[in-house]
């Protein structure tokens, strides 16, 4: 007997309904957090979110144009006259670099060693902060179709700023180094001496992990990117050390860095999308397939000094 | 005091178009979408989270959970964050509207204001509590203060939303 009005058809109870969606949220959000499962669904959504962000964004980016507009020409020249000073100063360094790589790749070519790729870089600029504030994330405006991918590095002029942790069509979500647990293998430049860094979460500083209270670490030491992760290029400028604590009741010194690179200071960032992950296991395949005893020994040996 | 004061004179209200519901909710998550950092993120009141919230106490035959749900995961998206938590926290706070939105009408706007508070504290404590799972810090108490500016906003955002249901008082 379906004689009810339509009057008093409600459906489910808001008790069931609201079961129901916290149900289908928690099973999303364990897909999410355990396995890489809903990059799809993700994907999809973006497609209908991406365009209304673009427009949320459009008015601060139309105030930014025409500020843009009146700036005075007095800026401009001084902007001018120290930009043409900074290239002249690179491009004597670069002169330096192009003897240093024609030397470097003709040592390795003496060494049998595979040459290393070019970095290839995408410029992207930065569309918005991320939201959350929990997380220090920035998204930036190339995605996918730019051949952008989860994993690359992202570098600023002045050194390392984080990871692409997202990859969508458009655009990409970027972790930077002092979103909490992010890690990044490093080296102090002073002696070489390898470790990892983490971000500290909230107050936008980075830690060195599992230092013995004795490492030879001084505040002011710079500290680079290792290379060895295959992830970041090595050398770039990561940190410098401001604060060491050593504390005898704790097995570990506290080592407290400042990040060199600054995502405030700039609008554009670059991602290094040159894949150096899959260069490197193609590299070290035939070392990995074969080990002899000799190589064992030296990897051992070279493994301890890194942990001097 | 006035008996007045206590049990307000129910306002007739004309039903609000379906056409003027969804496009408050877009605006509202526009709002949301604002490139907003720092400062001013934390004390952002969650637009669209108020106007889902005020939905449900005004229309709850036609505001759904499942609208709210699907806004959630939109913020999901556009913030990158864990999927389906927004979602989650969106339709608990909707929830709470719909079970309660006959005594919230009880009240005046101001007096609705702190009713309307806990509910933003609820989707926020909901939020936080999905955040906390996942290994971050809490942030300190200023992480609240989102709920405290929503609240304050509602008394306004009745005023904004009620604007088109209006009835002229006929005189006869």
Redesign the interface.
């Known amino acids: 007997m379906d004689q009810s009005p339509p009057f008093f058809k409600?459906g489910p109870s808001?008790?069931a309904?609201?079961v129901f969606?916290?149900s289908?949220?928690?099973?999303?959000?364990v897909?999410?957090?355990y396995q890489n499962y809903?990059g799809l669904?993700?994907q999809t959504?973006?497609v209908?979110?991406t365009p209304?962000?673009r427009?949320?964004?459009s008015?601060?980016e139309l105030g930014d144009r025409i500020s843009e507009f009146f700036i005075s020409q007095a800026f401009l020249q001084k902007e001018n006259r120290r930009l043409q000073q900074q290239e002249l100063e690179h491009s004597a360094q670069l002169q330096g670099f192009q003897a240093m790589q024609a030397e470097n790749a003709y040592l390795r070519k003496l060494l049998g060693a595979r040459k290393q790729s070019d970095q290839t870089l995408v410029m992207t600029e930065i569309?918005?902060?991320?939201?959350?504030?929990?997380?220090h994330?920035i998204?930036v405006d190339k995605g996918t179709t730019h051949g952008v991918s989860a994993g690359q590095p992202v570098v600023d002029d002045v050194g390392v700023i984080g990871q692409v942790t997202?990859a969508y069509p458009f655009s990409s979500?970027v972790t930077l180094l002092t979103d909490?647990?992010q890690a990044i293998p490093i080296e102090i430049v002073r002696n070489g001496m390898r470790a990892i860094a983490f971000g500290q979460?909230?107050d936008s500083t980075l830690g060195l992990a599992f230092m013995p209270m004795n490492a030879d670490v001084q505040p002011g030491d710079t500290i680079v990117t290792s290379g060895i992760d295959g992830v970041y290029p090595p050398g770039l400028p990561v940190a410098v050390v401001s604060k060491i604590e050593r504390n005898a009741a704790v097995a570990f010194a506290r080592i407290v860095c400042m990040p060199s690179a600054g995502v405030g200071l700039h609008k554009q960032v670059l991602i290094v999308t040159s894949d150096r992950r899959k260069e490197y296991e193609s590299q070290a395949a035939p070392l990995l397939a074969t080990p002899t005893q000799a190589e064992v020994k030296g990897k051992g040996k070279r493994r301890g000094e890194g942990a001097r | 005091m006035h008996a007045n004061n206590h049990h307000p004179r129910q306002e007739l209200l004309k039903p609000a178009s379906g056409q003027f519901m969804a496009l408050t909710l877009f605006v509202g998550l526009m709002l949301n979408l604002l490139p907003w950092s720092g400062a001013a993120l934390l004390l952002r009141p969650d637009f669209l989270a108020i106007t889902l919230i005020f939905w449900s106490i005004r229309e709850p035959l036609r505001m759904g959970i499942g609208v709210a749900w699907l806004m959630g995961l939109m913020i999901d998206v556009a913030d990158g964050v864990l999927f389906g938590q927004n979602a989650l926290a969106y339709s608990l706070a909707v929830f709470i509207a719909l079970l309660l939105h006959r005594r919230i009408l009880m009240f005046t706007p101001w007096q609705q204001t702190f009713y309307v508070l806990l509910l933003l504290l609820a989707l926020q404590a909901m939020t936080l509590l999905i955040r906390l799972s996942t290994g971050v810090d809490f942030i300190g108490m200023g992480y609240f203060a989102a709920s405290v500016s929503g609240a304050l906003l509602w008394p306004l955002l009745t005023l904004l939303l009620q604007l088109p249901q209006k009835v002229e008082p006929k005189r006869d």
């Open positions: 409600r808001p008790l309904r609201f969606f916290a289908l949220s928690a099973v999303l959000m897909a999410d957090a809903l669904l993700r959504v973006a209908v979110v209304l962000q427009l949320a964004n008015p601060s569309l918005y902060a991320g939201r959350d504030p929990f997380a994330k998204i997202r979500e909490k647990d979460g909230q």
